[in-house]
């Protein structure tokens, strides 16, 4: 089936579910293969037939990839660092990447995020949108952070998520943060888990690191004090926020609160904004009206300014 589709000259977008295995690719294909693809959605029961996939499929024109899979792999943090190799070698004009893995069912979760699975991606320097949501527990330092966004300057979206099973020793504070946001100028929504319970000392930038695109920041289960100096150092960096996606049941979820109704915008709580709801507002409004099956072609936008002005949830 990928085969014949592999053949047709003007298949723009592809939606796939695949098996866990699909096996060797074909031995021959007459012409070029997907010789006009742009957006790729997958959806693989495991990341082993991702990689099968990306070995033997010409992706050289694909902008946009889409990937929900789950880790049912026997080294699944390997495979997922595979996978991202792939994906670099491939796909030489990525934009925007999106990859969502949930928990294995083979008893083994894996207990480490590897830099390596994420600064592969240093190479797609146009990059305006990644995502990764895994299993495995980021483990960013700030240093690690800002070594990797340097290469990223038309970033608009940054989401790094964990699964809620997890609780990550957070080794990125607002230092790292203000990393992004220098580094990233066009950036509008990310999410991090990082430790905001003090001010960092000044960085060594020659400029007052101002950003003034972001609306939107997901903060997860980061911890944070309830301080009149950490409220004044958000309300620099990023002083047009409208959101602050917070983790349900977050145990700092009061303090985030207390957060927004002394920022200078009094950014709204929401406590729903799972990966899957983010990308249908990130994506709703453009070709494919936000379903990753339909694909996300064209220019990302929020879907209405309803979705964030909601009134407040109390944790």
Same mark, same amino acid.
């Given at each position: 089936?990928l085969?014949?589709?592999?053949?047709?000259?003007?298949?723009?977008?592809?939606?796939?579910?695949?098996?866990?295995?699909?096996?060797?690719?074909p031995?021959?294909?007459?012409?070029?293969?997907?010789?006009?693809?742009?957006?790729?959605?997958?959806?693989?029961r495991?990341?082993?037939?991702c990689?099968?996939l990306?070995?033997?499929?010409?992706l050289?024109?694909?902008?946009?990839?889409?990937?929900?899979?789950?880790?049912?792999d026997?080294?699944?943090?390997?495979t997922l660092?595979e996978?991202?190799?792939l994906?670099?070698?491939q796909c030489?004009r990525l934009?925007f990447?999106?990859?969502l893995?949930?928990?294995?069912?083979?008893?083994?979760?894996?207990?480490?995020?590897?830099?390596?699975m994420?600064?592969v991606?240093?190479?797609f !320097?146009q990059?305006r &949108?990644?995502?990764?949501? #895994?299993?495995? @527990?980021?483990? $960013?330092?700030?240093?690690?952070?800002?070594?990797m966004?340097?290469?990223?300057?038309?970033?608009?979206?940054?989401?790094?998520?964990?699964e809620?099973i997890?609780?990550p020793?957070?080794r990125?504070?607002?230092?790292?943060?203000?990393?992004?946001?220098y580094?990233?100028?066009?950036l509008?929504h990310?999410?991090?888990?990082?430790?905001?319970?003090?001010?960092?000392?000044?960085l060594?930038?020659?400029?007052l690191?101002?950003?003034?695109?972001v609306?939107y920041?997901?903060?997860?289960?980061?911890?944070?004090?309830e301080?009149?100096n950490?409220v004044a150092?958000?309300?620099?960096?990023?002083?047009y926020? !409208?959101?602050?996606? &917070?983790?349900?049941?977050? #145990?700092?979820? @009061?303090?985030? $609160?207390?957060?927004?109704?002394?920022?200078?915008?009094k950014?709204a709580i929401r406590?729903d904004?799972?990966?899957a709801?983010?990308?249908?507002?990130?994506t709703?409004?453009?070709?494919?009206g936000?379903?990753?099956?339909?694909?996300?072609?064209?220019?990302?936008?929020?879907?209405?300014?309803?979705?964030?002005?909601?009134?407040?949830?109390?944790?």
């Amino acid at each position: 089936m990928l085969s014949g589709l592999a053949e047709m000259k003007g298949l723009r977008r592809l939606s796939v579910s695949l098996p866990r295995i699909i096996g060797p690719g074909p031995e021959c294909l007459s012409g070029e293969i997907f010789p006009q693809l742009r957006t790729l959605n997958v959806f693989a029961r495991s990341v082993a037939s991702c990689t099968d996939l990306f070995r033997w499929t010409s992706l050289d024109k694909v902008t946009e990839i889409y990937i929900d899979c789950s880790l049912r792999d026997r080294d699944p943090v390997q495979t997922l660092v595979e996978m991202s190799s792939l994906i670099l070698s491939q796909c030489k004009r990525l934009e925007f990447l999106w990859v969502l893995s949930d928990h294995s069912d083979n008893g083994e979760t894996p207990t480490a995020w590897p830099r390596p699975m994420l600064e592969v991606y240093q190479a797609f !320097r146009q990059l305006r &949108v990644i995502a990764l949501q #895994t299993c495995v @527990s980021p483990t $960013l330092a700030d240093n690690d952070l800002e070594d990797m966004v340097k290469a990223w300057p038309h970033l608009e979206v940054f989401h790094l998520f964990y699964e809620e099973i997890l609780c990550p020793a957070v080794r990125l504070t607002l230092r790292g943060v203000t990393a992004l946001l220098y580094h990233c100028p066009k950036l509008k929504h990310f999410t991090l888990t990082f430790d905001a319970t003090h001010v960092p000392a000044p960085l060594s930038y020659n400029t007052l690191v101002r950003n003034t695109a972001v609306r939107y920041m997901g903060v997860c289960a980061s911890p944070v004090s309830e301080s009149r100096n950490v409220v004044a150092y958000l309300s620099t960096i990023r002083p047009y926020s !409208r959101v602050i996606g &917070v983790e349900v049941g977050a #145990t700092y979820g @009061s303090a985030w $609160l207390w957060i927004c109704t002394q920022h200078q915008h009094k950014p709204a709580i929401r406590v729903d904004m799972s990966p899957a709801k983010l990308y249908h507002l990130l994506t709703a409004g453009t070709e494919g009206g936000g379903d990753p099956v339909e694909g996300c072609s064209g220019e990302w936008c929020w879907r209405s300014p309803r979705d964030w002005y909601e009134v407040r949830k109390v944790m």
